[in-house]
């Protein structure tokens, strides 16, 4: 194929109300699956197409289910019936078909899946002629005779083997007995396991093979980069790379749902835009999360890998692994999410130590591509770029026409004695407000102090004590992953109920002060210091202390021996 020439929409002899459809989605030339699969399923084949997320696969049975579609005869009854593994991939192949059906006449399209009401796709169904769904779901209206499958012309399994491992094997195949043995059928799988072959054993006639090889996914369209910083500072690095890279687009996987509620609220409170979706979500919220997203209201989406199955954005910019992926297979389906339709993507990885570059470099060694560290970007770097962008906008202007008010008005400051240095300063003062950085920056290098050596020893004062169940270690551990100093160069640590001093270097204070910015210990934010000592103030307050107790005992030992006399008296009255 790679030697062939692929053929264009144009050269298919698609219906005009379809090309249209493509040219306002911005589709000149078609990916490497849909230039393979679209002819063979539109002559009738029936297909096993092997191609990982990202490469088009859900426009390769769109464009020939909806060409199948008779909308005079048996408009009433479903003639193609989809089935995706998740919710989130049935709406999605529904949107697709929708957009490529926008100027089609009495095409009708059905999306079902469970936590959905199910009345209201009942009366849908009445008129539908494509079905797009859950399997569970499509099981549950076959149950209740409200899905009948007697006129389907086109089946088509998506993502099959994410169906499997989610146990719908059985749904699946009492779904295509279902339907008409004349039926043609189209798999999609990212894997061929023994499951899968069984099923396009049984189900399919002569099927042909269409394939895109892994490699060219993961490679061709997507940057892979990874950054390396210390555990503690993991969500600062990504705050910074937002801040730097400032993508319209972007998506952060974590490895649990509790770490992506607890990602997605800590960038919320730094002014991100930002979105979590995972499975404890309603599937009214999961909707709501989706399409905000899709049309570009929230800019962050926080997601775990199970939720984020068959998210199909096509202009995501950047995805971020805030956790390592816990297989190959979760890398690349990450990944997969930028690069798509031949646009490029990019992808940084967030690292902490050598571990978890092994294991990163694992993944890339077994998918036969290549990942490179990049630097973690500082306050300077952002603030540098922002400064090339705003200055990008305004050459833009100055090479259009500048209207006369405002050459007016620059006249008009001239006079009035003002340099042009002066007005054009002011003037880029009031268009472009200087973005704040409330995250230190992030510094790989180490300095070692070494306790042996000449070095003047200060304090800093760390918010937190024992009433939080606060220990030197927690304390160290703190420091050092976000500072440049090793446990060795921590010296004395007093803990009180309410607070900690802590002994360091110097000429680390200021340092160290900074990169505690934001800090948690035990899990709590901590606050951090200069330590000022007053040792006269505590010399004095311990001398009142003293004394006060030394007048205390003297009044009690005076007290006691005058009560003492005034028994030994009464004794001697008889009383």
Do not use: W
Request: glycine share 6%; aromatic share 6%.
């Amino acid at each position: 194929m790679e030697n062939e020439k692929i053929m264009g929409f144009n050269e298919m002899g698609l219906s005009k109300e379809l090309k249209r459809a493509l040219d306002d989605m911005g589709f000149e030339q078609p990916t490497e699956i849909q230039a393979q699969a679209i002819p063979l399923i539109r002559n009738g084949a029936d297909i096993i197409g092997r191609s990982q997320t990202g490469t088009g696969k859900t426009m390769a049975f769109a464009i020939p289910a909806i060409e199948k579609i008779n909308t005079k005869e048996d408009a009433q009854s479903v003639q193609v019936i989809i089935m995706c593994p998740t919710r989130e991939l049935a709406l999605q192949c529904s949107d697709e078909i929708k957009r490529l059906t926008k100027y089609s006449h009495g095409i009708r399209v059905v999306e079902v899946y469970g936590g959905a009401p199910m009345d209201r796709q009942i009366t849908r169904l009445k008129r539908a002629n494509i079905v797009i769904g859950t399997p569970g779901r499509i099981m549950d209206h076959l149950r209740r005779r409200t899905l009948k499958l007697d006129n389907v012309k086109l089946a088509v399994l998506d993502e099959a083997d994410e169906m499997l491992s989610m146990g719908f094997k059985e749904d699946m195949e009492t779904i295509l007995r279902e339907t008409p043995s004349e039926r043609q059928t189209v798999l999609f799988s990212a894997t061929m396991p023994p499951s899968i072959l069984a099923i396009t054993q049984e189900f399919q006639k002569d099927p042909q093979l269409v394939e895109v090889s892994r490699k060219q996914i993961t490679l061709d369209n997507i940057v892979q980069n990874y950054i390396d910083v210390p555990m503690g500072r993991k969500t600062d690095a990504l705050k910074l790379l937002l801040y730097y890279y400032e993508p319209e687009l972007s998506m952060v996987f974590c490895n649990t749902k509790k770490m992506a509620d607890e990602l997605s609220e800590e960038l919320k409170k730094s002014g991100f835009n930002a979105e979590v979706l995972h499975g404890d979500l309603k599937q009214s919220q999961r909707t709501a999360v989706m399409d905000k997203f899709r049309y570009g209201s929230t800019s962050v989406l926080v997601a775990t890998d199970i939720a984020a199955r068959g998210i199909d954005v096509n202009d995501v910019e950047f995805v971020f692994n805030y956790d390592i992926p816990q297989n190959n297979e979760y890398y690349v389906h990450r990944i997969g999410r930028t690069g798509r339709i031949g646009k490029s993507g990019t992808s940084v990885t967030i690292c902490s130590g050598r571990r978890q570059i092994n294991a990163l470099t694992e993944i890339v060694r077994a998918l036969k591509c290549s990942v490179t560290e990049i630097p973690v970007p500082t306050g300077d770097d952002i603030r540098s770029r922002m400064n090339e962008k705003n200055a990008e906008n305004v050459i833009s202007v100055l090479n259009g026409e500048i209207k006369e008010s405002y050459k007016e008005m620059t006249n008009l400051l001239l006079q009035k004695g003002y340099s042009l240095f002066d007005i054009a300063a002011a003037a880029l003062q009031m268009s472009f407000s200087e973005k704040e950085i409330k995250v230190a920056d992030i510094k790989k290098e180490r300095r070692q102090y070494g306790k042996n050596k000449d070095v003047d020893f200060g304090k800093i004062i760390l918010d937190i004590g024992r009433s939080s169940h606060a220990a030197p270690n927690h304390i160290v551990a703190s420091i050092t992953e976000r500072s440049t100093l090793h446990g060795s160069d921590i010296g004395k640590i007093e803990i009180y109920d309410d607070h900690s001093v802590v002994s360091i270097p110097s000429a680390a204070i200021e340092e160290v002060i900074d990169m505690m910015y934001g800090a948690k210990v035990c899990g709590k934010p901590v606050k951090t210091r200069a330590f000022e000592e007053k040792p006269v103030r505590i010399r004095t307050h311990r001398k009142e202390h003293s004394r006060s107790i030394h007048d205390k005992v003297k009044s009690f030992s005076s007290h006691s021996g005058k009560h003492s006399s005034q028994k030994n008296n009464r004794r001697r009255k008889g009383i």
